[in-house]
C-alpha cells in the first residue's frame, strides 16, 4: 500500500516541466551549434538539387525569350537519341576504366614500395609524390597540354629521338580513343598521389605477426600479398575505388582544357557535355535531365561498390 500510495501520489511532469528540461538540455545546444550549417547545407545545398529536377522537366533555353514549357519526362526521353549524348557514355566508360583502373594499380605499387623497411629518403619520395595532386587541375591541364603540343611538345621530342615517330604530330585528333588515353594519363599522373597516401595508412594497419607467420610457414611474398595484405585492405580498397570512379565520372576540367571535347566532339566526355548543353547554348532544362542521368550513374555504380565489399566482408 505505501508503494502504490506513493505511486498514485507522484505528480506526471506537466507540458511546461518537460518544456523547461527540453530548453536546458545538451541536444538543444548541440542544435544551436550545427543549425546555422545545417540550414546553409538545405539553403546552398538540397534547393539547387530539387531546384534543378524542377527544370529538368521543362525545356526551358534561357537564350529565346519564351516561357518555360512543361514536357515532364521529355527531356529524359531526348537523351537516348541525341547522337553526341550516347556517344559520350561510351567514351566516359573507357575513360573511367582506363583512370581507375590505371590510379589504383600505379597507387598501390607506389605504396607497398614506400612501404618496405629498407627504403631511404620516404619523406622526399612523399613529398615529391604530393606535388601532382597539390597542382590545381587546370594548371595541371595547361602544363600537359604543353607537352602534348604539336608544335614544341616535350612528348613528341621523346618520340622523335627514340625514332617512334618521324614528325611531330597532333595526338589528339587522330583517334578519340588516343585523344582520351592521353587524357586519362594526365587525370593518373595527378591522382595517384591521393591513392598512394590512402594505400599507405591502409597497409600501416595490416597486422604484422600475420606477415611473419606467414614467412615461417614459407609463404611467398606474392601470397603474403593476395591472402594477407589484399584482404585486409579492402575497405581502403574500395574508398579509393569509389572515390576515383566517381571522379572520373564527374570529369570535366582536365578534358576541357586538353581539347576542348574535339576537334569535332571525338573526345567529348558526358559531363563535359552536360556544361556544353547548360552554359554554352543555355538549354539549362535538357542539361539538368543530363545532369540527374550522370549522377544516377554515379549512384549506381558506387551502390554496386558497396555491395560487393558487403560481400566480401
Same mark, same amino acid.
Request: net charge positive; aromatic share 14%.
Given at each position: 500500500?505505501?508503494?502504490?500510495?506513493?505511486?498514485?501520489?507522484?505528480?506526471?511532469? +506537466?507540458?511546461?516541466?518537460?518544456?523547461?528540461?527540453?530548453? #536546458?538540455?545538451?541536444?538543444?545546444?548541440?542544435?544551436?551549434?550545427i543549425?546555422?550549417?545545417?540550414? *546553409?547545407?538545405?539553403?546552398?545545398?538540397?534547393?539547387?538539387?530539387?531546384?534543378?529536377?524542377?527544370?529538368?522537366?521543362?525545356?526551358?533555353? %534561357?537564350n529565346?525569350?519564351?516561357?518555360?514549357?512543361?514536357?515532364?519526362?521529355?527531356?529524359y526521353?531526348?537523351?537516348? +537519341?541525341?547522337?553526341?549524348?550516347? +556517344?559520350?557514355?561510351?567514351?566516359?566508360?573507357?575513360?573511367?576504366?582506363?583512370?581507375?583502373?590505371?590510379?589504383? #594499380?600505379?597507387?598501390?605499387?607506389?605504396?607497398?614500395? %614506400?612501404?618496405?623497411?629498407?627504403?631511404?629518403?620516404?619523406?622526399l619520395?612523399?613529398?615529391?609524390?604530393? *606535388?601532382?595532386?597539390?597542382?590545381p587541375?587546370?594548371?595541371?591541364?595547361?602544363?600537359?597540354?604543353?607537352?602534348?603540343?604539336?608544335? &614544341?611538345?616535350?612528348?613528341?621530342?621523346?618520340?622523335?629521338?627514340?625514332?617512334? *615517330?618521324?614528325?611531330? /604530330?597532333?595526338?589528339?585528333? /587522330?583517334?578519340?580513343?588516343?585523344?582520351?588515353?592521353?587524357?586519362?594519363? $594526365?587525370?593518373?599522373?595527378?591522382? $595517384?598521389?591521393? !591513392?598512394?597516401?590512402l594505400?599507405?595508412?591502409?597497409?600501416? !594497419?595490416?597486422?604484422?605477426?600475420?606477415?611473419?607467420?606467414?614467412?615461417?610457414?614459407? #609463404?611467398?611474398? %606474392? /601470397?603474403?600479398?593476395?591472402? *594477407?595484405?589484399?584482404? +585486409?585492405?579492402?575497405?581502403?580498397?574500395?574508398?579509393?575505388?569509389?572515390? /576515383?570512379?566517381?571522379?572520373?565520372?564527374?570529369?570535366?576540367?582536365?578534358?576541357?582544357?586538353?581539347?576542348?571535347g574535339?576537334?569535332?566532339?571525338?573526345?567529348?566526355? $558526358?559531363?563535359? &557535355?552536360?556544361?556544353?548543353?547548360?552554359?554554352?547554348?543555355?538549354?539549362?532544362?535538357?542539361?539538368?535531365?543530363?545532369?540527374?542521368?550522370?549522377?544516377?550513374?554515379?549512384?549506381?555504380?558506387?551502390?554496386?561498390? &558497396?555491395?560487393?565489399?558487403?560481400?566480401?566482408?
Amino acid at each position: 500500500m505505501p508503494r502504490a500510495a506513493a505511486r498514485a501520489g507522484a505528480r506526471r511532469p +506537466s507540458r511546461l516541466d518537460r518544456a523547461r528540461r527540453w530548453f #536546458a538540455s545538451e541536444q538543444l545546444f548541440a542544435l544551436l551549434l550545427i543549425g546555422p550549417m545545417l540550414a *546553409i547545407l538545405l539553403i546552398f545545398g538540397a534547393f539547387p538539387i530539387l531546384y534543378s529536377l524542377v527544370v529538368s522537366l521543362f525545356e526551358w533555353k %534561357l537564350n529565346i525569350p519564351r516561357p518555360p514549357v512543361f514536357t515532364g519526362f521529355g527531356n529524359y526521353l531526348r537523351l537516348f +537519341s541525341d547522337p553526341v549524348f550516347v +556517344s559520350s557514355l561510351g567514351k566516359t566508360l573507357y575513360y573511367s576504366v582506363l583512370t581507375v583502373g590505371g590510379t589504383v #594499380a600505379l597507387g598501390l605499387v607506389i605504396a607497398l614500395l %614506400l612501404d618496405r623497411d629498407d627504403i631511404k629518403g620516404r619523406g622526399l619520395v612523399l613529398a615529391a609524390l604530393i *606535388i601532382p595532386w597539390a597542382v590545381p587541375r587546370v594548371v595541371g591541364g595547361l602544363l600537359w597540354k604543353w607537352i602534348y603540343d604539336g608544335n &614544341y611538345g616535350i612528348f613528341n621530342a621523346v618520340l622523335l629521338q627514340l625514332g617512334i *615517330i618521324d614528325q611531330y /604530330q597532333w595526338w589528339f585528333g /587522330q583517334s578519340p580513343w588516343l585523344g582520351l588515353t592521353l587524357v586519362g594519363l $594526365t587525370q593518373i599522373w595527378r591522382d $595517384t598521389p591521393f !591513392s598512394v597516401m590512402l594505400f599507405l595508412a591502409g597497409l600501416q !594497419s595490416v597486422p604484422v605477426h600475420l606477415h611473419k607467420a606467414a614467412m615461417m610457414d614459407g #609463404a611467398s611474398g %606474392l /601470397q603474403r600479398f593476395r591472402f *594477407i595484405t589484399l584482404p +585486409s585492405m579492402r575497405f581502403v580498397l574500395l574508398a579509393v575505388v569509389v572515390l /576515383q570512379t566517381t571522379w572520373a565520372l564527374k570529369t570535366f576540367d582536365l578534358v576541357y582544357v586538353l581539347t576542348g571535347g574535339g576537334p569535332a566532339n571525338k573526345t567529348m566526355l $558526358t559531363y563535359l &557535355y552536360v556544361y556544353r548543353q547548360a552554359f554554352s547554348y543555355l538549354d539549362v532544362g535538357y542539361g539538368s535531365a543530363m545532369a540527374y542521368v550522370v549522377t544516377l550513374l554515379v549512384f549506381v555504380v558506387a551502390f554496386g561498390y &558497396y555491395r560487393i565489399a558487403g560481400r566480401m566482408g
